[in-house]
């Protein structure tokens, strides 16, 4: 069977995009795992519990939304869990602390309470679907929108209209620059690792811009909740 040729001028538009596609990328360092903050613990939908797990001392989440308190003594996946303190400030000797792997060909989070004296996994979900939850919960929409896939890493495409003839670095909009830059800042000084691409193809008839950007990033620092809102602000900007 013959093979389809590629038309000289579809040959040329893929050549003009690739030329105008602007990257910014660094694979500096992808972390096996980071330390966040309580409030992404909050931000995930999670309270950090100190009890009894089937009569021994353990720590443990719950899902804010069953309200745990006190006293409360609850079953769950054939375990008994009993509440005896509602953490809201992590001892200075403990961590929270998140590490991204596969399992099913899918990525997977978990979380872990470590002290000086032990690692204690608190949960392990699938990353996407703690991603998304996360991401509807702190309202950003940007990203639920752009969101592709998840993995190690976790890419979101963004495009807005059909594609035409790409722009140069000189002629494109103020925000189209604005957004190269702060993703520069964003891989460099907080992640050390992604890949941004934007390639901008003008405004349509009713004035609204056309284009195609897209955001890969290792899955781990988006449960940091800080670079989580920051990138959904980029986003978001471009509108």
Not at 57 to 75: K, L, M, N, P, T
Not at 135 to 158: M, P, V, W
Not at 173 to 194: C, E, F, W, Y
């Amino acid at each position: 069977m013959k093979k389809k040729q590629i038309a000289p001028t579809e040959l040329l538009r893929k050549h003009e995009i690739a030329l105008n596609t602007f990257v910014r990328e660094n694979w500096e360092e992808t972390p096996q795992e980071i330390e966040v903050k309580m409030n992404s613990l909050k931000a995930w939908g999670f309270d950090l519990i100190a009890g009894l797990r089937n009569g021994k001392r353990a720590i443990f989440v719950s899902e804010s939304e069953q309200g745990r308190q006190v006293g409360d003594v609850y079953e769950e996946e054939g375990e008994t869990f009993e509440v005896q303190e509602i953490i809201s400030t992590l001892p200075k000797n403990a961590q929270i602390i998140v590490e991204v792997g596969l399992q099913d060909r899918r990525g997977v989070i978990r979380g872990i309470y470590r002290t000086e004296e032990e690692d204690v996994i608190i949960f392990t979900l699938p990353a996407a679907e703690l991603l998304l939850a996360t991401f509807k919960k702190r309202r950003l929409h940007a990203l639920i929108e752009a969101f592709h896939s998840s993995g190690l890493t976790t890419e979101f495409i963004r495009q807005r209209g059909v594609t035409g003839k790409p722009w140069g670095y000189e002629q494109l909009p103020a925000k189209m620059r604005q957004a190269l830059r702060t993703a520069q800042d964003i891989i460099d000084s907080q992640t050390n690792a992604g890949r941004f691409t934007l390639v901008y193809f003008g405004k349509n008839k009713n004035g609204d811009d056309r284009y195609i950007v897209t955001w890969l990033i290792p899955t781990i620092h988006l449960f940091d909740i800080d670079i989580a809102e920051k990138i959904d602000k980029t986003l978001a900007a471009l509108k």
